[in-house]
């Protein structure tokens, strides 16, 4: 089966700039996540669809972050202004329906540089 | 909330030699652990899971993992390295939120194999 597509794989920006993520999970899967990984840390969990519900978003800077997933199938990721702190590899991942027994499926990541 | 604590940031060891990861985690019920294995450029893949039943898990490559609720602990092994093992690991748990889960990574171990 084809996997979780990500794009652009790279992207550099000057501070203050927006930028967006795009990301086509599996086919047939239910739920959608945003990870960033800071380098040297682990993922950490930015937003969680259901479809085209959001069921996380407590650790997404709302004032400057946004996602949507319309028609519950993409979703796309903005960061308006960005600021040097959001360098980071942004991954996308998705699994079938979402239970915590679940194995999560991750895209190859979208490389972030903030100047 | 739950959390995950992998101790050692970089680990090298031999090619064939055994390998251990570390992993604790924190979390009042009982959890489901996992874990991830990110190369190089790419996304993270899943080694393996516990849930319930028999503490000792097999995954792929050749790895297992036991866990053990009086360490809080649920280490990754492998009784012979090759080569192709040198990667990040993450350890992460699943911790319930309401009516969502969340998965918590660890920071990760870097693992190196020398020849």
């Known amino acids: 089966e084809a996997g979780v597509a990500q794009s652009p794989r790279y992207k550099i920006i000057e501070k203050r700039q927006s930028v967006a993520f795009w990301c086509n999970p599996i086919?047939?899967?239910?739920?959608l996540y945003w990870y960033q990984q800071i380098l040297g840390q682990g993922p950490k969990l930015l937003i969680q669809f259901q479809n085209n519900g959001v069921v996380d978003d407590s650790q997404l800077p709302k004032d400057r972050f946004s996602a949507e997933r319309l028609k519950g199938v993409d979703s796309t990721l903005k960061i308006q202004p960005a600021k040097l702190e959001d360098s980071a590899v942004y991954l996308c991942a998705s699994s079938r329906t979402g239970n915590p027994n679940e194995k999560l499926f991750f895209g190859s990541g979208t490389q972030l540089s903030v100047l | 909330a739950q959390s995950v604590t992998q101790p050692d940031i970089h680990i090298t060891v031999s090619e064939g030699a055994s390998l251990e990861l570390r992993c604790n985690y924190s979390y009042g019920a009982t959890p489901y652990l996992f874990w991830y294995v990110q190369s190089p450029g790419q996304g993270l893949q899943l080694l393996l899971k516990?849930?319930?039943?028999?503490?000792l898990v097999q995954g792929i490559k050749g790895f297992e993992a036991e866990f053990k609720r009086s360490q809080s602990s649920f280490n990754l092994r492998k009784p012979s390295v090759h080569w192709s093992d040198a990667a990040e690991y993450f350890c992460a748990v699943v911790g319930s939120g309401g009516s969502n889960y969340k998965l918590t990574f660890g920071k990760g171990t870097l693992l190196t194999v020398n020849p």
């Open positions: 516990y849930f319930s039943g028999d503490t």
């Open positions: 086919s047939g899967h239910a739920t």
